[in-house]
């Protein structure tokens, strides 16, 4: 589908067949306010597949009755769609009964294609997922460093890019000055009949079924990402330091000092470490830093990405004895005082070794540290 996509924008010079202005008075707004209105509606009552099928024919069958309380009787009373001992009923019968804010005909229109949209609805949300993820995957595993601010921005493809094929497919698919019938490749269906659909509703009533529904789709598309949520900071702080420890455990409280929490804490070299996972700091470098003689932990990691820790924030934490930041490869190369301080590590240099040899004396003297870090 995504390749049709592309052969088909390429047709379009510009990207956008149509120019020309939208008057947007009164007549418009309301039509399309109450098209996205019964698309809201319509998402709301949570309806399947085959229940869609059911309500579309049902309206098709009646189409012709110039009756809107026969018609509002004929679909609350058939169990068909919706039972009225079920909670999507409540929410069906406030769908229908909008039949009184405008023309019975229009509102059978308007009906007929946000079931129609319903349908390509899910199609597209898998298919911008598949995409984008697609797309993602090939990005990040070229990258080693889960640490790395490449690794971090590279995560923003994920939802950015489904948003953008979502976008794009809601465009080709209810463009009304499409030049072929851009079949739909995953359902190997047609939508030549939708089109024409499209097409109608926009000359009669001037409603833009491509903005319309992009809005509904921008709402579900963000709601699938937020569900959908990708690896968090701490999960890649696990994944980079898991397998270089002896034992490492989630989310505590320091037992001497509860106020210090540790997103990990970690044994190696017969020593309990604990980690702080920031991505950026903010004014949470104040908290959580204790000398380590006062916690239950010999040493305390700081892992961030570095983007806001300036030179202030970096003495204000290593005035505290027993305490390593950690931060992304890029930030750490792009500043002189981080190269310069022997307790900053590049998130690229961590390895088993260099924690063993960090937590190998409690209290570790320049010229140790300086032969641990490679300055000598």
Known sequence: ??????????????????????????????????????LKLLLKCGLSDKQLVIFQDIISKNKNIDDKEKIVKILTENDAVVSDQTQKYEDFCYLINSIDNCDLKMWISLIDI????????????????IYAKNQYSDVIRNIDDKLSLEYDMSGLNLPYGQRVISSLLVYALTNIERDDE?????????????????????????????NMFSLIMTESMNQSITSDAGQSYES??????????????GHSHDANIPSVEYDFTFEINNKKCGISAKRTLRERYKQNFEDVELLTVDYMFLITLGIDLNEDKLNNILQKHGIYV?????????KAYLKNNYRVISSKDISKDLLIKLTSIK???DDELKKIVGWE
């Open 236 to 249: 890649r702080v696990n994944e980079k330091i898991n397998p270089l420890v002896d034992k490492m455990e």
């Open 182 to 210: 851009f079949l739909l490749e995953t359902s190997g269906k047609t939508i030549k009949v939708f089109n024409d659909k499209i097409k109608y509703v926009k000359d009669t009533y001037n409603i833009n079924c491509n």
């Open 326 to 334: 950690i931060v992304s490869n890029e930030v750490y190369e792009s």
């Open 114 to 129: 946000s079931i129609e949209l319903m349908f390509v609805k899910g199609l597209i949300l898998e298919e911008s997922k």
């Open 363 to 365: 209290e570790l003297t």
């Open 1 to 38: 589908m995504v390749e049709k996509l592309i052969r088909f924008f390429k047709k379009k010079n510009n990207g956008i067949a149509n120019s020309g202005k939208i008057n947007i008075d009164e007549f418009t707004y309301y039509n399309n306010l109450q098209f996205y209105t019964m």
